[in-house]
């Protein structure tokens, strides 16, 4: 079965710190992508990031990075100065061939 | 770019009636629309996916006969919850990729809150 795991239901980090959230996935495929998706209270989803899973680079988009270690079927991301806004859930998903399918969210606060 | 909108985005409606709840891309061409439902608390469940111009394909264990999905444009997807029961209640979201493949990018409407009396 493919599945995503956050193992984190919720965290809290202090404003302008450093926090690493979790995911982990299984499946047999080797071509995929990777996302992780923000839900802020307006339950908005919003992409954070992306990775294709044939790039051994760790995609960057400002405060977010990804760790991605494939052999590992292991996705985290960090997030750098933490900021007020970054409150939400966050999601991780994976699309291996005609599937998409969404962790269970982790809820992290940023405390100021 | 790339701004879904979602209509309505609540909807409280009588049991037994139907209702529809519209898609549509705003500056693009979406060739696949998904259809997500998720519960308080809960992550997204993938209900349904649509290409423009095809059926859509249900994921298991979803009525396609109780949730009709049209995509009849390449910026339109209409998800009809007919006979709603108050089970039927919950947070509707659909999202939209430019090309076709669940690989793409899917970009989120702000979602549509359904309560069934």
């Known amino acids: 079965a493919q599945t995503v795991t956050q193992s984190q239901p919720e965290m809290s980090v202090q404003e302008a710190e450093t926090v690493t959230l979790s995911c982990t996935y299984d499946t047999s495929e080797n071509n995929y992508y990777l996302f992780w998706y923000k839900q802020p209270p307006s339950r908005q989803m919003i992409l954070v990031i992306r990775q294709e899973a044939y790039k051994q680079q760790n995609a960057t988009e400002n405060r977010f990075s990804v760790n991605f270690q494939k052999a590992a079927k292991s996705f985290s991301l960090k997030i750098s100065d933490s900021q007020l806004g970054d409150t939400a859930m966050y999601f991780c998903a994976f699309t291996p061939y005609d599937k998409v399918i969404f962790g269970p969210g982790t809820s992290l606060s940023v405390i100021p | 770019g790339a701004v879904v909108s979602q209509h309505p985005s609540w909807v409280i409606c009588k049991s037994g009636t139907s209702v529809k709840i519209e898609c549509r891309s705003l500056d693009f061409q979406a060739t696949t629309m998904f259809w997500y439902r998720q519960f308080p608390k809960q992550s997204l469940m993938l209900m349904a996916t649509s290409n423009e111009g095809s059926k859509a394909t249900y994921e298991q264990g979803v009525e396609k006969d109780k949730f009709l999905i049209n995509h009849a444009s390449l910026t339109l997807s209409t998800l009809t919850v007919t006979s709603a029961h108050p089970e039927d209640s919950s947070f509707y979201i659909c999202?939209?990729?430019?090309?076709?493949?669940?690989?793409?990018?899917?970009?989120f409407g702000p979602g549509t809150r359904l309560l069934v009396l």
């Open positions: 999202s939209a990729s430019r090309l076709t493949g669940v690989w793409e990018t899917q970009y």
